[in-house]
């Protein structure tokens, strides 16, 4: 039951502040005395035929613009008297008798049938009245202790005939009506009497009451979503502005980074420069010190007279001159390093990048989606299973928000073995199970579920198909064309004789879903089946319609197509697949097409074909595979459908596909008299061939990756 957020109905007028008298309900649902209602018209104007509710100030349309058009509010008048009778009763005043003419003798009791106070001899009189001897009597001595019982109802009377009960029920105007009533405003209409459809009217009632229960209860649950949701934008908004604030604190850092390695450069060449000049400076030096020795000694030698003295240092002091000379020649006595360090600081175009960098915007989570890889539910324990995540376009960052986990049914977590690569808008979740069973996939954004998270998968062990046997077959009686597998191993089984077998996963017969009919619920030619969670669904080949059933218990639940070849019409409906998107694909046999559907039967799309098409089934790259019987070959469409090819591999009449987690292709076929089962890898080669059966159509793996095959001729489903 929802909570009870409506505010507490009271027994006084809102106007008056006193016991309702004679009220009035109008059309908003609030309720006053007529006499208030009276004043309130008259302060209004008192002409018109209109008249705003003095709570509300709703404006309401007076019938026949007179306030007594309005609807009595009976039950609020009868409330309101016990209200006041009980109020009387508790309070310490002396009441006085109600029978007695002059009213001046106070009450002993209070007569619950008559709704009276009788004084001491009233009541004696009452009690002596054959007729009110056996009337219940409250004695006001005790009334500390007193439990009111309900004070007995009394009809209404008539607005425009005050001495006349309203005792009829008008159907056609919904109001109480007197006899006086009925031949003037009420002639030729439906009238009852009003306790014949009272309890019409209870139970009408109450059905509302339990519908506004369910609105209650469901947008209570709306207001906690959205309470929830702003306490998610709260903790979202400092989750952004940490990253905000962290990002540049990594930007500042990179730029203090920079900041000095420039410096650093700075240094660098300015040392450079100096040592450079220095080292120049040091041979100029050099050169002058020794250009002015030599020159000295020069200066002084020449002056001597004689020969021997002159001849005996001249040597050495030439060579060092010509040395010095030498030197001189290579010096760059011309200024060639420039004293000025230039810098590259252009800041224009990182200023524009900066006022430009990022960005913060609102994203549904509902937007990201597992895109491709969840058409199959099955994975190969120790095997890589990839899943491509949508992305919303412009949110390149988007792929660091996802986180992936990858759980095993009873609780434990398998660490790094998920991983997550952004391309493009596209988020690759990669997965490798390590052991049969039960798992878990969970994406998340930011710790929220993305649309369908989390995603159950059933690990199976990885199967030699070349070694395939007859495990069991399960035999339906009569023949079958479709076939389909439940997560908890039910097999159910299409039958010609107009109704669904269900087998348990040892074989056995349990019991059948519809018979042999064209309601709803019921088959004139079951041919293709389907399992998605609790739902199977079943095409009729002959009544051109699907219908789904709950897998668990086979009550019917809806239905869509008919026949034609209009959008969500069929001619002979016959292989039924699903996509990874949790659209229902059915093969429309003779209008060569495969259309698609929501699972509730919503037209989507249509999908043509170059033939007839008898069976569907989706990859985990949403490739869908169509077997085209008329042209003997696999037509194989784009995830969009865009685009096509055709896989030839010699088939005669395919009838049957389907495909398993790791791409192997399974294909019932008809060539040329004899029946077989071909086994393709997901190279398109084929690794076995299994002859000797009878009609094969329908194909169906179960979780832990056995293979059914729908034997018509044979009546039997096939495990291996």
Same mark, same amino acid.
């Given at each position: 039951?929802?909570?009870?957020?409506?505010?507490?109905?009271?027994?006084?007028?809102?106007?008056?502040?006193?016991?309702?008298?004679?009220?009035?309900?109008?059309?908003?649902?609030?309720?006053?005395?007529?006499?208030?209602?009276?004043?309130?018209?008259?302060?209004?104007?008192?002409?018109?035929?209109?008249?705003?509710?003095?709570?509300?100030?709703?404006?309401?349309?007076?019938?026949?613009?007179?306030?007594?058009?309005?609807?009595?509010?009976?039950?609020?008048?009868?409330?309101?008297?016990?209200?006041?009778?009980?109020?009387?009763?508790?309070?310490?005043?002396?009441?006085?008798?109600?029978?007695?003419?002059?009213?001046?003798?106070?009450?002993?009791?209070?007569?619950?049938?008559?709704?009276?106070?009788?004084?001491?001899?009233?009541?004696?009189?009452?009690?002596?009245?054959? #007729?009110?001897? @056996?009337?219940? +009597?409250?004695?006001? !001595?005790?009334?500390? =202790?007193?439990?009111?019982?309900? /004070? %007995?109802?009394?009809?209404?009377?008539?607005?425009?005939?005050?001495?006349?009960?309203?005792?009829?029920?008008?159907?056609?105007?919904?109001?109480?009506?007197?006899?006086?009533?009925?031949?003037?405003?009420?002639?030729?209409?439906?009238?009852?009497?009003?306790?014949?459809?009272?309890?019409?009217?209870?139970?009408?009632?109450?059905?509302?009451?339990?519908?506004?229960?369910?609105?209650?209860?469901?947008?209570?649950?709306?207001?906690?979503?959205?309470?929830?949701?702003?306490?998610?934008?709260?903790?979202?908004?400092?989750?952004?502005?940490?990253?905000?604030?962290?990002?540049?604190?990594?930007?500042?850092?990179?730029?203090? #980074?920079?900041? @000095?390695?420039? +410096?650093?450069?700075? !240094?660098?060449?300015? =040392?450079?420069?100096?040592?450079? /000049? %220095?080292?120049?400076?040091?041979?100029?030096?050099?050169?002058?010190?020794?250009?002015?020795?030599?020159?000295?000694?020069?200066?002084?030698?020449?002056?001597?007279?004689?020969?021997?003295?002159?001849?005996?240092?001249?040597?050495?002091?030439?060579?060092?001159?010509?040395?010095?000379?030498?030197?001189?020649?290579?010096?760059?006595?011309?200024?060639?390093?420039?004293?000025?360090?230039?810098?590259?600081?252009?800041?224009?175009?990182?200023?524009?990048?900066?006022?430009?960098?990022?960005?913060?915007?609102?994203?549904?989570?509902?937007?990201?989606?597992?895109?491709?890889?969840?058409?199959?539910?099955?994975?190969?324990?120790? #095997?890589?299973?990839?899943?491509?995540?949508?992305?919303?376009?412009?949110?390149?960052?988007?792929?660091?928000?996802?986180?992936?986990?990858?759980?095993?049914?009873?609780?434990?977590?398998?660490?790094?073995?998920?991983?997550?690569?952004?391309?493009?808008?596209?988020?690759?979740?990669?997965?490798?199970?390590?052991?049969?069973?039960?798992?878990?996939?969970?994406?998340?954004?930011?710790?929220?579920?993305?649309?369908?998270?989390?995603?159950?998968?059933?690990?199976?062990?990885?199967?030699?198909?070349?070694?395939?046997?007859?495990?069991?077959?399960?035999?339906?009686?009569?023949?079958?064309?479709?076939?389909?597998?439940?997560?908890?191993?039910?097999?159910?089984?299409?039958?010609?004789?107009?109704?669904?077998?269900?087998?348990?996963?040892?074989?056995?017969?349990?019991?059948?879903?519809?018979?042999?009919?064209?309601?709803?619920?019921?088959?004139?030619?079951?041919?293709?089946?389907?399992?998605?969670?609790?739902?199977l669904y079943v095409s009729d080949d002959i009544l051109h319609r699907v219908q789904y059933f709950s897998a668990t218990t086979g009550q019917y639940i809806g239905q869509f197509g008919s026949r034609g070849n209009g959008n969500g019409q069929f001619s002979s409906p016959r292989g039924v697949s699903i996509n990874g998107k949790g659209n229902i694909l059915v093969a429309d046999s003779n209008n060569k097409r495969v259309q698609v559907f929501e699972e509730d039967g919503t037209f989507v799309q249509v999908i043509q074909c170059y033939g007839k098409a008898t069976n569907v089934a989706v990859d985990n790259e949403g490739k869908i595979h169509v077997t085209i019987q008329s042209q003997n070959y696999i037509q194989i469409f784009s995830p969009d459908c865009k685009t096509s090819f055709n896989l030839a591999c010699k088939f005669i009449c395919p009838n049957g596909i389907a495909i398993d987690d790791e791409g192997y292709i399974f294909v019932?076929?008809?060539?040329?008299?004899?029946?077989?089962?071909?086994?393709?890898?997901?190279?398109?080669?084929?690794?076995?061939?299994?002859?000797?059966?009878?009609?094969?159509?329908?194909?169906?793996?179960?979780?832990?990756?056995?293979?059914?095959?729908?034997?018509?001729?044979?009546?039997?489903?096939?495990?291996?």
């Open positions: 039951m929802a909570e009870n957020t409506s505010p507490a109905i009271t027994m006084t007028c809102e106007v008056c502040s006193e016991y309702y008298t004679d009220p009035f309900m109008l059309p908003c649902l609030h309720s006053f005395c007529k006499k208030c209602l009276i004043k309130a018209k008259e302060q209004e104007g008192g002409t018109g035929t209109s008249l705003k509710c003095p709570t509300c100030d709703t404006s309401i349309n007076l019938p026949d613009g007179k306030i007594e058009g309005l609807t009595q509010n009976l039950w609020l008048e009868h409330k309101s008297k016990e209200a006041s009778i009980k109020k009387k009763i508790l309070s310490k005043k002396a009441i006085l008798c109600d029978r007695c003419d002059d009213s001046s003798d106070a009450a002993t009791v209070y007569c619950c049938d008559c709704s009276q106070f009788l004084c001491d001899y009233c009541k004696k009189g009452h009690e002596r009245n054959k #007729k009110e001897a @056996n009337h219940e +009597l409250i004695n006001l !001595e005790t009334k500390e =202790s007193i439990e009111l019982p309900t /004070v %007995k109802h009394e009809e209404g009377y008539c607005t425009r005939h005050f001495d006349q009960k309203l005792i009829y029920y008008c159907n056609d105007c919904e109001k109480l009506v007197c006899p006086n009533c009925l031949p003037i405003k009420h002639k030729d209409h439906n009238v009852e009497d009003y306790i014949d459809v009272g309890e019409t009217a209870r139970k009408a009632l109450k059905e509302s009451v339990a519908c506004c229960d369910r609105i209650i209860s469901q947008v209570t649950e709306a207001i906690a979503n959205r309470e929830k949701m702003l306490e998610q934008i709260a903790t979202s908004k400092e989750e952004v502005r940490q990253e905000i604030k962290e990002t540049f604190e990594e930007l500042k850092a990179v730029l203090d #980074k920079r900041c @000095n390695d420039l +410096l650093m450069e700075t !240094e660098e060449i300015a =040392s450079a420069k100096r040592n450079s /000049v %220095k080292g120049l400076l040091d041979r100029f030096r050099k050169l002058v010190k020794q250009v002015s020795h030599g020159r000295h000694l020069a200066s002084s030698v020449s002056e001597r007279t004689d020969p021997g003295e002159v001849l005996s240092v001249k040597k050495l002091i030439t060579n060092q001159l010509e040395e010095c000379i030498e030197e001189y020649k290579k010096l760059p006595l011309e200024t060639q390093e420039n004293e000025a360090i230039l810098t590259c600081l252009d800041t224009s175009t990182l200023r524009k990048e900066i006022n430009e960098f990022g960005s913060v915007s609102y994203v549904h989570i509902a937007t990201y989606s597992i895109d491709s890889g969840l058409a199959i539910p099955l994975a190969t324990v120790e #095997k890589e299973r990839k899943f491509k995540v949508s992305l919303p376009a412009g949110i390149d960052k988007a792929a660091s928000y996802l986180k992936a986990s990858f759980i095993k049914s009873d609780g434990s977590k398998e660490e790094g073995k998920v991983v997550i690569v952004p391309d493009n808008n596209i988020a690759i979740v990669s997965c490798t199970p390590q052991s049969i069973g039960g798992y878990e996939l969970s994406v998340t954004i930011r710790g929220h579920h993305i649309k369908g998270s989390p995603y159950q998968l059933s690990v199976k062990a990885s199967r030699d198909y070349t070694t395939l046997t007859n495990q069991r077959s399960f035999n339906v009686g009569s023949g079958t064309t479709g076939v389909a597998v439940h997560t908890n191993g039910v097999v159910f089984a299409g039958s010609r004789d107009g109704f669904v077998q269900v087998f348990s996963e040892d074989g056995t017969a349990v019991r059948r879903i519809g018979f042999k009919g064209n309601s709803d619920g019921q088959f004139q030619q079951p041919w293709g089946l389907l399992v998605v969670g609790d739902r019932s076929v008809y060539n040329g008299g004899t029946f077989s089962l071909h086994l393709l890898s997901p190279n398109r080669k084929q690794v076995k061939l299994i002859s000797g059966l009878s009609d094969p159509w329908g194909i169906a793996l179960s979780n832990d990756g056995y293979i059914y095959v729908a034997e018509n001729k044979n009546n039997c489903i096939m495990k291996y």
